[in-house]
């Protein structure tokens, strides 16, 4: 058979061949004179396979694949924090309409789909709630409204999960505030279901918890409400949170109190303090 010579654009390199053709490549050279003679005229030092192997293909493509998830995290990056920068904005643009405009420019509005966004109408649903429990269930439902038209494959549909157990924690909190308990209930419900969709965060887990034990504790349930603040503790300590642990210890002995336990509440509170002063001990400074 007659023997199949490579074109003279293989042997200079300037088509690229992955590794095993180069091999194969290389091994034809040795043996076929003809070849040899031709790659050392067009190369007079001698280097022709030095020149078949200067080029790593498994290399390129990894350098060029890194380069491009970098550049995709960069991109990503600058994104989140340009999103961030604009949510205050966004948000007083957003609550400076009338609370049924809100509604309309949550579900209609692209400029409004912002996860940084969901998180400030979070914090203030949170901060109202004591004293306005109907607005903040609003502002936690509104929050819901525009996570639930957030893009997954931009966010991730994990961490939209979380999101959306995030808000329904707060809808259910408002509404317990405002003592419509089988509301909570039920709200609490969906929110870990959503969070079992979600990435597994620990801390939001014990944030639920929070809620549940606050709940069991209106219902008058208060033997589930200190199992479920014992268990917040240890998820906390286990995040390395230990100054949301203390709040849930003091709230723990809250409930110890109302089950008739003072000096119970008492150890516990004193439990509570030390976790305080750990979490606002000063880092010492390193000696000069």
């Known amino acids: 058979m007659p023997r199949i010579h490579p074109n003279s654009e293989v042997l200079t390199g300037r088509i690229q061949l992955l590794p095993g053709d180069q091999g194969r490549l290389l091994r034809h050279i040795q043996g076929c004179p003809a070849c040899r003679r ?19 293909p498994s290399e390129v493509v990894a350098g060029r694949a890194v380069d491009g998830a970098l550049r995709s995290f960069r991109s ?20 400076g309409h009338p609370a049924r405009r809100q509604e309309v420019l949550a579900r209609n509005s692209r400029r409004f789909r912002s996860l940084a966004l969901c998180g400030l109408l979070l914090q203030r649903s949170h901060g109202v709630s004591v004293d306005d429990a109907a607005e903040g269930e609003r502002l936690a439902a509104l929050a819901l409204r525009i996570a639930e038209l957030l ?11 979380d999101t959306r157990g995030r808000c329904w924690m ?18 609490l419900v969906q929110s870990e279901r959503d969070l079992d969709r979600g990435t597994g965060d620990l801390t939001e887990k014990a944030q639920l918890l929070v809620y549940k034990a606050f709940l069991r504790q209106a219902q008058h349930r208060l033997d589930e409400a200190a199992v479920l603040f014992r268990r ?22 809250h409930v110890e109190q109302d089950r008739g336990e003072p000096e119970k509440a008492i150890q516990i509170l004193a439990r509570a303090n030390t976790l305080i002063g750990l979490a606002v001990e000063p880092v010492p400074r390193a000696s000069p």
């Open 38 to 56: 031709k790659l050392e005229a067009r190369e007079p030092s001698g280097s022709g396979e030095g020149k078949i192997l200067s080029w790593r």
């Open 76 to 95: 990503r990056a600058q994104a989140v924090a340009r999103e961030r920068a604009e949510a205050p904005a966004l948000l007083g643009e957003l609550l």
């Open 151 to 161: 893009d997954g494959g931009w966010y991730g549909e994990r961490v939209m999960a």
């Open 170 to 187: 707060l809808v259910g909190n408002a509404r317990r505030i405002a003592a419509d308990l089988p509301g909570a209930e039920e709200a």
């Open 232 to 253: 917040t503790v240890s998820i906390f300590l286990s995040a390395g949170d230990p100054l949301q642990a203390a709040e849930s210890i003091v709230e723990l002995a």
